[in-house]
């Protein structure tokens, strides 16, 4: 195998990983629609997506995942990404954050980021909190 093949493998590896934390956090459905969307032309990101930061910073040791769903929901907060707030407040959810975590979260963004930003999250937070409620995911 030559070092092209070995990173091949390496990226294949990391990739594979990648997926199967997606699935674990943001759900098998969730994930299989999400696919389901994807065309040739958003097909590089998706897979940059899932190997990075699914497979290479999310099995990472260094924090939980609980911790990386709050993070991410502060962050995602702070930069106005409403759509994948609501990913990542599922995923909170499924990686056991509680709502009153989720709450408290949005609370220090309206103190740090804005209270426009809060206002915002706590919107897109309880849409998907309800839309999971609604699904029995909650």
């Known amino acids: 195998m030559t070092t092209i093949d070995q990173n091949d493998a390496t990226r294949r590896d990391t990739y594979e990983s990648g997926m199967n934390v997606r699935r674990d956090v943001l759900g ?12 040739e032309f958003s097909r590089p990101i998706q897979e940059l997506v899932t190997e990075y930061c699914w497979g290479a910073v999310w099995t990472r040791d260094g924090i939980d995942r609980r911790t990386r769903s709050l993070l991410n929901i502060a962050m995602l907060s702070a930069l106005n990404r409403g759509h994948e707030l609501g990913v990542h407040v599922r995923g909170a959810i499924r990686n056991g954050v509680s709502v009153e975590e989720i709450q408290e979260v949005l609370m220090q963004v309206a103190i740090y980021v804005g209270v426009p930003a809060s206002l915002e999250s706590f919107r897109i937070a309880e849409a998907k909190l309800e839309e999971m409620k609604a699904a029995g995911e909650l």
């Open 28 to 39: 098998p459905a969730h994930v299989e629609r999400s696919l389901g969307q994807v065309t």
